[in-house]
């Protein structure tokens, strides 16, 4: 038996210097304040696209709970039980009745685990809906993550000009030098998309306006931890311990918009080269933290790329729906990742989901709410080496892109955090720094090994 990992206190508004408290008292009211601006603004739309003798009643309520809820969070109310009878309402409300009996009182907005209230706070802008007839199926967010795909399309435009170039020019084979230049270049593009987050810019405009491609070499220094190569090899180390066959790469989505299409574009660099011949993406149940993919958002984005007069991006569009339909890339929604619980319970309350992710050969999870969950959101000291913030999460081996927007980061070198923040006070949320984190594991003897 190893030594017991001493788990640190989860992060919180209690403390007024972290992220969490301008998030509960500035950030999480104005995104509340902009739904109510979005649903006043787009009545009749949202009227005519939800038709029904209830639809503006039920959009009345709607706006009245979102009221409500920011009434709710700027004066630190106990979360309250969830009453919308949704499949998950359940597994909610006794993850409620857990937190209340460990604190001894209802969770609070600026009392308890920023991680468990900041979800929460979603899956009640969802209860409001969820509570309509007409207006069920309305995406609160929707407006806001269309924008943000179609002002990238020059960016859209250059990253898939650049991908259909490569793979129509170069002859790229799996264990190829040129395959792994290439794969380098996709994995970091599909990094840098996470920068592109609506919930962090409280739900305004944030697109990718400029070549991406460019922009590589000028963001590499902004890597604070880079085992993007890691990645490489074990994509390679699964090819050759399938004999010369590619295995399946799930890929655990963050954003829509531009940062959706650089996971596409990855996912066909994947499949193209023979690095994978099957994709599981990982959607969202219902909308959340703003900008998150659900299925709609997927399956929008793709109708799209196929209406656009661009050879590229139309012809990769009908490809990708090629692939959905001979189940070379497949869809996954489930409801754990709308939940509050980080990873490390996965295997205990949805063991179906942390079986098929044992059973997948590389885990790809993007972006700054999975790595918070991937760690607990747990206030580590940052030289903390990833394997020991991950715990007991560690189905298959696993990387995390991720922009940092949030107080947490581990697998830093002594003294590396110090330095980062003489140059940058902010390097922690705003966004600008990153890390590709590699959590490996030998298939033969099912043991982790740290990167």
């Known amino acids: 038996m190893g030594p017991v990992t001493v788990v640190p206190p989860p992060l919180s508004a209690k ?47 709607i706006i009245g709970a979102m009221s409500q809820l920011r009434y709710e969070v700027m004066t630190n109310k106990p979360a309250a039980p969830l009453r919308d009878g949704r499949s998950d309402s359940f597994a909610w409300n006794t993850e409620l009745k857990k937190e209340t009996e460990k604190a001894g009182e209802e969770p609070k907005w600026f009392d308890s685990a920023w991680l468990w209230m900041e979800c929460y706070m979603y899956r009640r802008v969802c209860e409001s809906v969820f509570m309509s007839n007409c207006l069920k199926d309305l995406d609160v967010f929707e407006e806001q993550k269309q924008a943000a795909f179609t002002n990238s399309y020059k960016a859209i435009s250059s990253l898939t000009m650049y991908l259909m170039e490569i793979l129509s020019e170069q002859e790229l084979t799996p264990l190829g030098s040129m395959t792994k230049n290439y794969f380098l270049d996709f994995l970091q593009l599909s990094l840098w998309g996470n920068k592109c987050d609506l919930s962090i810019s409280a739900g305004n405009q944030n697109h990718q306006e400029h070549n991406p491609i460019e922009q590589l070499a000028k963001l590499k220094p902004f890597i604070l931890i880079d085992q993007a190569e890691d990645v490489f090899q074990i994509l390679c180390s699964a090819w050759e311990r399938l004999g010369g066959q590619p295995g399946q790469v799930d890929i655990v989505l963050d954003n829509a918009g531009f940062e959706l299409v650089t996971d596409l574009c990855l996912a066909e660099f994947l499949v193209s080269t023979g690095l994978a011949s099957k994709i599981c993406f990982h959607v969202k149940a219902m909308p959340w933290f703003v900008s998150d993919v659900t299925e709609r958002d997927f399956m929008w984005t793709l109708k799209q790329m196929s209406a656009m007069n661009h050879l590229a991006i139309s012809r990769f569009s009908q490809k990708w729906k090629s692939y959905l339909q001979d189940g070379k890339w497949s869809l996954r929604v489930s409801d754990y990742w709308t939940m509050p619980n980080d990873y490390n319970q996965m295997k205990e309350l949805f063991p179906n989901l942390y079986s098929d992710l044992s059973s997948t050969d590389f885990i790809l999870f993007k972006g700054d709410l999975n790595y918070r969950k991937l760690v607990g959101d747990l206030q580590w000291d940052p030289t903390t080496d990833f394997s020991v913030a991950l715990r007991d999460f560690k189905p298959a081996p696993l990387c995390v892109l991720r922009t940092l927007k949030s107080d947490v980061v581990v697998g830093l070198n002594p003294g590396q955090a110090e330095d980062v923040k003489k140059i940058d006070g902010n390097w922690m949320i705003n966004g600008e720094w990153a890390v590709i984190s590699v959590q490996s594991v030998d298939p033969s003897t099912s043991e982790s090994t740290a990167h």
Not at 15 to 29: C, E, H, L
Request: no cysteine.
């Open 15 to 61: 403390n007024v210097d972290s992220f969490a408290y301008p998030t509960m008292k500035d950030r999480i009211p104005v995104i509340i304040s902009r739904i109510v601006d979005n649903l006043t603004r787009n009545r009749d739309k949202i009227i005519k696209d939800y038709p029904g003798e209830d639809s503006l009643t039920e959009l009345k309520v």
